[in-house]
């Protein structure tokens, strides 16, 4: 018989939902590993938020209580506090914070993930600990298990994956139900065929991450309005 082409029998390629959900916990491994190393960076970087703006908020509310009882109009409050050079400091420290706060724990996960990937992937596993849980394997595409070289070139393309907005994580619900870092590696992300649906462990995962985002959500927005209160009551005191 001629030889056909595609992966065995027993296998199939995976979908969006098996993939992201072996990828989430991947990432609850390591963003806290990722979390532990930046400690202290991250501790300062907090405080310093939390400071700057506390600081521009009250500045603002200072700004804009002496402006209504003046009279100024809006244009004139808005140029006014773009020149104030107490407002730009506590702007431009916040601003700081806030790169260090969401960057540092990107490139610590990526330097990480990268060594996860690389130890897992081309391993006899032919997977991370996430996507075994999940039956998922990662392969060539002539089925064969890849190498430390194609499993940095995958990594390092999923990075496009991410770039494109997630546009390139998107095409796994497409046939042939390969990702943007997949074509780009020659690689494919596999499934057992018996396996058509999530296990219930795995959705009751997925809609955990859903709730948490939820009150992640939530609390922020109360941080953010207690922020608001606190510098509103600090200019209404002055």
Not at 94 to 108: D, E, I, K
Request: hydrophobic letters at 55%; aromatic letters at 8%.
């Amino acid at each position: 018989m001629p030889p056909t082409d595609g992966p065995p029998a027993e296998f199939r390629p995976a979908g969006f939902w098996p993939r992201y959900a072996a990828w989430s916990l991947d990432a609850a491994c390591l963003l806290p590993l990722a979390a532990l190393l930046g400690t202290g960076p991250l501790r300062r970087a907090w405080a310093q938020a939390d400071a700057s703006l506390h600081t521009l908020l009250a500045l603002a509310a200072q700004r804009l209580d002496a402006g209504l009882t003046r009279g100024d109009p809006p244009l004139a409050l808005a140029l006014a506090a773009a020149g104030d050079p107490r407002l730009q400091a506590a702007a431009h420290a916040l601003s700081t914070a806030l790169t260090t706060l969401l960057g540092l724990p990107l490139l610590l996960y990526a330097l990480l993930s990268a060594l996860w990937a690389l130890g897992f992937e081309a391993s006899r596993w032919q997977a991370t600990p996430g996507q075994r849980a999940l039956g998922l394997r990662v392969t060539d595409t002539a089925d064969a298990r890849i190498g430390g070289g194609r499993a940095l070139l995958r990594h390092l393309a999923a990075g496009l994956s991410w770039a494109s907005l997630n546009l390139g994580h998107a095409l796994i619900a497409l046939p042939p139900h390969l990702a943007l870092h997949d074509r780009l590696s020659a690689t494919r992300v596999q499934a057992h065929a018996g396996t058509s649906r999530l296990p219930v462990w795995a959705r009751a995962w997925l809609w955990l991450q859903a709730l948490a985002g939820v009150f992640a959500l939530a609390w922020l927005y109360r941080l953010l309005q207690a922020q608001m209160d606190a510098a509103l009551r600090a200019a209404l005191g002055s």
